[in-house]
């Protein structure tokens, strides 16, 4: 069976300070991985999807970058932390069909 | 206005109720619904997912989707206290070489003994 990890569970950093946030699927592979960031009290916001090793695209214009260095890895990253920057952080994957599975996310306050 | 519509709630019930969630939406091109129940600083959980228009059936849980009033419902019976999260529709569509998922923004759900 496929399974998605995701680390830190939480964390909190300084304004202006580097980010680097892991998403990592076993189980499956070629998936379609997807980064959502989630305020308090709304709905996902998809910030990140990639469809294969070094393919991403972003669907917001961020203070986000995101990388795909290897098949089942997915890593969100900034180089200066904003303090809207905090909120829930969750990693997705899919392939092949239109549901989404989602990791266990990380929290991320920014101080 | 928003592609999906979600009441946020709270929405509180007594164990054994029936519970109604519902979603309303405007772009026809969704094809996919989807149900997600989401834990306190957990991440979402697939419940249901349904194409076509009618109801589909799992256990305590229901979802009905109607095309035509673009409109989706989950049904919870016998709704238990462990049932208590929140509650987030979902709705996809091909774009751009993949399927978007677009979510509502999630109705919290309160069951008590």
């Known amino acids: 069976s496929q399974t998605i990890h995701q680390w830190p569970a939480t964390l909190v950093q300084p304004v202006g300070s580097p980010l680097s946030l892991e998403c990592t699927v076993e189980g499956t592979s070629n998936p379609n991985l997807y980064w959502y960031r989630q305020a308090a009290g709304r709905g996902l916001q998809l910030l990140f999807y990639?469809?294969?090793?070094?393919?991403i695209s972003s669907e917001v214009p961020q203070n986000l970058s995101a990388s795909r260095p290897q098949d089942r890895q997915f890593i969100l990253s900034s180089k200066k932390l904003l303090l809207s920057d905090s909120g829930f952080y969750l990693c997705?994957?899919?392939?092949?069909?239109?549901?989404?599975?989602f990791g266990p996310g990380t929290r991320l306050t920014v101080t | 206005q928003k592609e999906v519509e979600q009441d946020p709630g709270p929405l509180s019930v007594p164990e054994g109720a029936i519970v109604s969630l519902n979603c309303t939406y405007s772009n026809s091109a969704f094809q996919y619904f989807m149900w997600y129940r989401q834990y306190s600083r957990k991440g979402p959980e697939l419940l249901m997912y349904?194409?076509?228009?009618g109801n589909k059936e799992d256990g305590r849980f229901t979802a009905q989707v109607d095309k035509s009033s673009k409109y989706i419902s989950l049904f919870i019976r016998d709704s238990q206290p462990s049932d208590s999260a929140t509650y987030l529709c979902?709705?996809?569509?091909?774009?751009?070489?993949?399927?978007?998922?677009?979510f509502g923004a999630g109705t919290r759900l309160a069951v008590h003994p």
């Open positions: 990639s469809v294969g090793i070094g393919q």
């Open positions: 979902a709705m996809s569509f091909p774009s751009g070489g993949y399927n978007k998922l677009i």
């Open positions: 997705a994957w899919n392939r092949g069909s239109y549901e989404q599975y």
């Open positions: 349904t194409y076509s228009s």
